[in-house]
């Protein structure tokens, strides 16, 4: 039998013509990267990790082979005024996600959010390669999921749990504030005891410890749930021309409020104050005048 | 292997959706009867902020809330798993349980409604609730984790049994198979589950429970 072993040159040629422009494309590409800014380095990161994990260690038979599902389209469904529609904007920012918002006129709703939330009609709603998702705390634990650059819970499944119970206590309590420019009298004076109380707890039993935020050093979901008592409580109380948060009585509190508004992506996304104020005086007024 | 204690009471559903969790993950575990008249140093140590039960304490770190202890549970012993692993589905499913949540007070209004146009009112709203449990969550699926039971089903347990004695004890009866035929259904197989079976109390001493708690809630209510 004879085997040829001559080396062909010609064959290799466009072999060797792919690999040089492959090199210099990788070099191109590196250069590229490097020059991105830390979060798109982590968002490109997280994308190529999930997408090698997808492809080595997914073994769901249904599955298809490649899952590029954390760079499908993001959409977010929000309102500007609303704290819950701001917790899914800040995760989506520091994590380096990029969507698109659309402002919902809660008034005369859109066809898209009926569509999306069909069940509860509300915001804010992230939709994802299509897919909506409903619920604020069922949006964040989604995004931590799907991007798990830049953690927003911790990894110890005790701490989770710790996590997830103050995020419940602040779903819990925080309409508390709400209440306060929506009501009067009797009403009214529950809803400040219910918020004092609630100041009070996360006082007492949340900050324990010298620490930053909730979590630690680094801003979590938690921090996210209470938004309401960082920005919202304060344009509440002079709306309803109440003093409620006295900073000499909450000082741990007082604290976290000036470590969270000075993150950089919290800072430069809260709503405008003087707009919330005139905003939720039209609608004190009108609340009252129905009564 | 680190100690489990789950602190609870007897009659309480969230007592009986941590049972039901640790049971079907084959969880060793002590219990802790907690007489609610009279909450143990214990228990008010490990939940200060809402001073309920349950409280799962796992190596000396206790969590309170009873979807919080499911979730970790979850996570802490992945076999028999009951939570899809797809996060799409996943969050489904979380939406399906917090929407339980959100309609708590719906169910409360329900169960402590004393009469007339209230009581009309009440009924009819937690029939809508059960409505689009039955249609949007449910669907046509045995359970709401398909063929197996998962926190969904766990987190709905209670109409399956301890809602039968609300509506015994108001009069009304919302969830039967001519009203709600897939929900109807769904509690049939949900009772049948092996580890629900076992772990339901006693129908009677239930009923007898139900009736004085609803009394007492009531009585409290009009002081307000």
Known sequence: MNINLDFNYKSIKPFIFICFHFGILALVFSLIVHRLSQTRKDALIGSLSLITIRLTVDARPTATLIEFSNMEEVKLIGMWLSPYSYRVIWALKLKGIAYEYIEEDLSNKSPLLLHSNPVQKKIPVLIHGGKPICESSVILEYIEEIWPQNSLLPSDPYERAIARFWIKFADDKSPSISNIYRTSGEEQEKAVKDSLEMLKTIEEHGLVGEKKFFGGDKISMVDMAFGAVAHWLGVIEDVAGLKIFEQHKFPRLNSWIQNFKEVPIIKENLPDRDKMLALLKRRREMLLASE | ?224
Do not use: C
């Open chain 2, 1 to 224: 292997m680190a100690e489990v204690k789950l602190h609870g009471f007897w009659a309480s559903p969230f007592s009986h959706r941590v049972i039901w969790a640790l049971k079907i993950k084959g969880v060793d575990y002590e219990y802790i009867e907690e007489d609610l008249s009279n909450k143990s140093e214990l228990l008010l140590k490990y939940n200060p902020v809402y001073k309920k039960i349950p409280v799962l304490v796992h190596g000396g770190k206790p969590i309170p809330e009873s979807l919080i202890i499911l979730e970790y549970i979850e996570e802490t012993w992945p076999e028999n798993p009951l939570l899809p692993t797809n996060p799409y589905e996943k969050a489904m499913a979380r939406f399906w349980i917090q929407f339980g949540v959100d309609k708590g007070p719906i169910f409360r209004a329900f169960f402590l409604s004393t009469g007339g146009e209230e009581q009309e009112k009440a009924a009819k709203d937690f029939l809508e609730v059960l409505k689009t449990i039955e249609e949007q969550a449910l669907g046509d699926k045995k359970f709401f984790g398909g063929d197996t039971i998962n926190l969904v089903d766990i987190s709905y347990g209670y109409l399956a049994y301890w809602f039968k004695n609300v509506e015994e004890v108001i009069g009304i009866k919302l969830l039967e198979p001519s009203t709600l035929p897939r929900l109807s259904q769904w509690v049939q197989n949900f009772i049948e589950v092996p580890v629900i079976k076992e772990s339901i109390p006693d129908r009677d001493k239930l009923l007898a429970y139900t009736r004085r708690i609803r009394e007492k809630l009531v009585a409290e209510q009009l002081k307000k």
